[in-house]
Nanobody
Framework: QLQLVESGGGLVQPGGSLRLSCTAS????????IGWFRQAPGKEREGVSC????????YYADSVKGRFTIARDKAENTIYLQMNSLKPEDTAVYSC??????????????WGKGTLVTVSS
């Protein structure tokens, strides 16, 4: 069974850091573009970051540029999202998704269920 599982969410104070993980089972992420998306209460889902398949180009939403870093660990079959200098407006459910052999993160093939990130004092 092909599955993506996110972990690493939680409660953090403003200015703090979290590292989210997206681990695949049943397939290898090497040939997939992986995107991190988030959805805050009452808002539409938005793309946060993407790492392309093959050459690992990375993309970030303007709202997180310079604070978040996406990285691929092929040995662990995992994609990480390092989130620093977190702000209350980063509070959301974060989900990862995979798109086979793609330079971009749209029309994704597989989705995880998400992990909640809450930034609050």
């Amino acid at each position: 069974q092909l599955q993506l599982v996110e972990s690493g969410g939680g409660l953090v104070q403003p200015g703090g850091s979290l590292r989210l993980s997206c681990t695949a089972s049943g397939f290898h992420l090497d040939n997939y573009a992986i995107g991190w998306f988030r959805q805050a209460p009452g808002k539409e889902r938005e793309g946060v970051s993407c790492i392309s398949s093959s050459i690992d180009d990375t993309y970030y939403a303007d709202s997180v540029k310079g604070r978040f870093t996406i990285a691929r660990d092929k040995a662990e079959n995992t994609i990480y999202l390092q989130m620093n200098s977190l702000k209350p407006e980063d509070t959301a459910v974060y989900s990862c998704a995979a798109k086979r052999l793609s330079p971009f993160c749209d029309d994704m093939d597989y989705w995880g269920k998400g992990t909640l990130v809450t930034v609050s004092s």
